[in-house]
């Protein structure tokens, strides 16, 4: 299998959103989705990280699954407001390496050995 390039990833959800979902839903709708499988993967994060337990059954969920759920709703909103992705990754990329190339390795709370 070939390795899936940003820019295939969003030529795909462009694909299967005109195949399947016949079209884009509106940005504030593709918003409060994008909130909706962020809640989801909080909630399942906080279970399987946090100190909360999970109900009976849910213990099957998969935060792969659910964090691919919000790269498609964030491909999506890319996607109809004509943005590339692949541009937008490599820019911010860019601005995070300048802006805290030494920030984080003076940050002390980073340097110590997390308590057990």
Excluded at 45 to 74: H, P, W
Aim: glycine content about 4%; some cysteine; hydrophobic content about 40%.
């Amino acid at each position: 299998m070939s390795k899936l390039t940003v820019a295939a990833y969003q030529q795909a959800v462009d694909t299967w959103v005109h195949t399947y979902g016949v079209r884009y839903f509106s940005e504030l709708t593709n918003l409060g989705v994008l909130m909706e499988e962020v809640g989801e993967t909080a909630r399942l994060m906080t279970r399987l990280y946090g100190d909360q337990s999970f109900k009976s059954n849910a213990a099957d969920a998969d935060l792969a699954d659910e964090l691919a759920d919000i790269l498609f709703v964030v491909t999506c909103i890319a996607n109809q407001t004509h943005i590339d992705l692949t541009a937008a990754l490599e820019k911010n990329l860019e601005k995070k390496s300048v802006r805290d190339a030494k920030r984080h390795w003076r940050n002390p709370k980073l340097t110590r050995p997390k308590p057990e």
